[in-house]
């Protein structure tokens, strides 16, 4: 297959520093703003530009847009939100969650998946270093959504459904799923986010060890 060179397309004005301080998971998205063809090849264009492992490019992504699909992966990814609480804490509905969970929020995209204009699904065709092949992709697939003012999630499935599916979506058997990401307008504004400070996570030349700016 021959390769091609791409250039920087004039939409991606926004800095680099805006977007990745000002992204964050877009959970509720708006049903009645598209995206277009232009701005998905935009955005596909920057995650096949990410570094990968020999330039092996093992990335796919499946891009989604009809309604009644999405509609329909929509109950799965409920289905699958539903399980993955209920292997790991027991919880059967929004009243088991408890107050000021995290997850709180996070449920809100179990019932919202349907609403999305857009979800992509990424795998790769390969297995070994495929997922660290693939995901730098998939973080350049976000940032250029948020440069251009389309929100994104990164999300993942449950054993439970992906049969289902890959029987959907024609998906072959030989392809390894990463994760789902909706995308669409916020119903919403973009940042504010908090963060741990990285003098919490970071050591220095040891395990353990404080960095210079702690």
């Known amino acids: 297959m021959e390769m091609v060179r791409l250039d920087p397309p004039a939409e991606l004005t926004m800095p680099i520093g805006e977007a990745m301080f000002s992204q964050r998971a877009t959970r509720r998205l708006d049903p009645d703003r598209p995206i277009t063809d232009a701005q998905l090849k ?3 264009d920057a995650a096949s ?7 092996v490019q093992p990335a796919r992504f499946l891009v989604i847009r009809d309604r009644e699909a999405i509609k329909k992966f929509g109950k799965l990814y409920h289905e ?8 790991a804490y027991g919880w059967k509905g929004k009243e088991d969650i408890p107050e000021g969970s995290q997850y709180r929020w996070a449920a809100l995209l179990a019932d919202e998946m349907e609403n999305a204009p857009c979800v992509i699904l990424a795998y790769s065709a390969a297995s070994g270093v495929a997922a660290a092949s693939t995901f ?7 940032l250029s959504a948020r440069a251009l003012g389309i929100g994104s999630v990164l999300t993942t499935l449950h054993p439970e459904v992906m049969e289902r599916v890959h029987e959907m979506f024609g998906i072959p058997d030989d392809v390894v799923f990463h994760c789902c990401i909706p995308l669409g307008y916020p119903r919403g504004n973009f940042g504010p986010t908090s963060r741990l400070p ?13 960095p210079p700016w702690k």
């Open 42 to 44: 935009i955005i596909l």
């Open 136 to 142: 730098p992709g998939v973080q350049n697939l976000l």
């Open 80 to 87: 699958a939100w539903w399980a993955k609480r209920r292997d």
């Open 198 to 210: 990285t003098s919490e996570t970071t050591y220095w030349d040891k395990w353990g060890e404080a």
């Open 49 to 55: 530009k990410a570094p990968n492992g020999g330039n």
